[in-house]
């Protein structure tokens, strides 16, 4: 999946197209990051509510996602609340622009 997400360049687009408002003087994941993962814990059918702590450290999604340890679940938590409507509007042009480039590339 993560190969998947890489052919769009997912984190090139994610970057620029999301400009989540954030107030953190220090973080270790960025929001792209954090989104990333929580994608692809979805995809693999884990909650973001009681997996994530488990998963932080599964040498297999650290490999996956190239770090050494993972969001934990209250990163995700807050990642949520820095939503404001319009990150839903940033996601959908994301989103948009994903099939674009998948749509062009194909052709």
């Known amino acids: 999946m993560k190969e998947l ?3 769009p360049q997912f984190s090139k687009l994610a970057k620029h197209f999301l400009h989540i408002e ?10 792209v990051e954090i989104l990333e ?4 814990q979805l995809i ?10 488990i998963l ?3 040498p297999v999604f650290q490999a996956i996602l190239g770090k050494k340890q993972l969001a ?14 319009k990150t839903i509007h940033q996601l959908q042009a ?5 099939v674009n480039q998948v749509r062009f590339d194909s052709q």
């Open 94 to 98: 994301l989103n948009q622009a994903l």
């Open 37 to 40: 993962q929580l994608i692809l």
């Open 22 to 31: 954030d107030k953190r003087n220090y973080y270790t994941h960025d929001n």
């Open 72 to 85: 934990s679940q209250s990163s995700l938590s807050r990642f949520f609340d820095r939503f404001m409507e």
């Open 56 to 58: 932080r450290q599964d």
């Open 5 to 7: 997400m890489d052919t």
């Open 44 to 53: 693999s059918g884990y909650s973001p509510d009681s997996s994530a702590n």
